[in-house]
């Protein structure tokens, strides 16, 4: 049982039918096509760094929240770990589902919901939880984005670990690009991002042709010591904190990642 929980109360989720940026953004075709770069490779790195730190067995059942459309989950399931994964985004759910049966290995042990990161308690049934390529700190209120840490620690058996990957404030708030530009065979796209009130903003106008199309991308972002705080309130004590997927220690000016590995007491 959890003594502490001081950090978080109870918070309502809003209006489904209100639409918020991650709704609409992560339910675009045009989310994957600019994230393409973070591919099935950058997944391997990632699971290797989870088997080189924590000692499991690998039909360990596995978490994956927010997993978008898949490519840990599966990576995750081609070790032999047990892997349920969840997304708000129906779009990239259908294209996890998709990927794992287009897989060429088979039987795979993986199964994709559709959930909000706000409301899930798998009630200890889980030996690792995974939250990775920052998906995390979208919500403007702390406790909403508390309310996840709290989920994942009510997920997961005593001793299970929880992996967590986000974006190291340190170094985006002294190396943040304001505006930049790339092409993607017909598309062009073109980001705006600035820091403001603790938030990272990021406007992003695609073309394509005559369609133009705008979406936005904001998180909360958090310091090492605040998450230290919120984790430890649920039970979650640090292992190890790293600065990329390929384990190198973190630093808080040079690190671009912040990558937590927790364990529950």
Not at 83 to 111: P, Q, Y
Not at 193 to 202: H, Y
Not at 228 to 244: M, T
Not at 255 to 263: P, V
Request: aromatic share 14%; glycine share 4%; with cysteine.
């Amino acid at each position: 049982m959890v003594k502490h929980r001081s950090i978080n109360s109870k918070s309502e989720i809003p209006n489904p039918k209100s639409k918020s940026w991650f709704e609409k953004w992560f339910s675009n075709k045009f989310y994957l096509e600019l994230y393409q770069h973070r591919d099935e490779e950058d997944a391997r790195w990632m699971v290797n760094l989870l088997q080189r730190s924590i000692s499991v067995n690998t039909k360990s059942k596995v978490l994956d929240i927010a997993c978008g459309s898949g490519r840990h989950s599966l990576e995750l399931a081609r070790r032999g770990f047990d892997v349920t994964g969840f997304d708000l985004s129906k779009f990239l759910i259908s294209e996890a589902k998709k990927a794992h049966k287009n897989s060429k290995e088979k039987d795979l042990k993986v199964r994709f919901l559709i959930k909000d990161m706000r409301d899930f308690n798998f009630k200890n049934s889980f030996d690792i939880a995974v939250n990775i390529f920052t998906s995390f700190g979208y919500f403007e209120d702390d406790k909403e984005n508390f309310k996840v840490i709290e989920n994942v620690s009510d997920s997961l058996k005593t001793g299970g670990y929880f992996i967590f990957d986000f974006l190291n404030k340190g170094y985006i708030e002294k190396n943040i690009i304001p505006y930049s530009k790339t092409r993607h065979g017909k598309i062009i796209v073109e980001q705006k991002r600035k820091i403001e009130n603790g938030f990272v903003r990021k406007h992003i106008t695609i073309k394509k042709g005559k369609e133009i199309l705008n979406f936005d991308e904001v998180l909360k972002l958090y310091s090492v010591s605040e998450f230290k705080k919120a984790f430890e309130s649920y039970d979650l004590k640090f292992q190890n904190i790293y600065g990329d997927y390929f384990g190198n220690k973190f630093n808080i000016n040079k690190s671009q990642r912040l990558i937590i590995i927790a364990k529950k007491s």
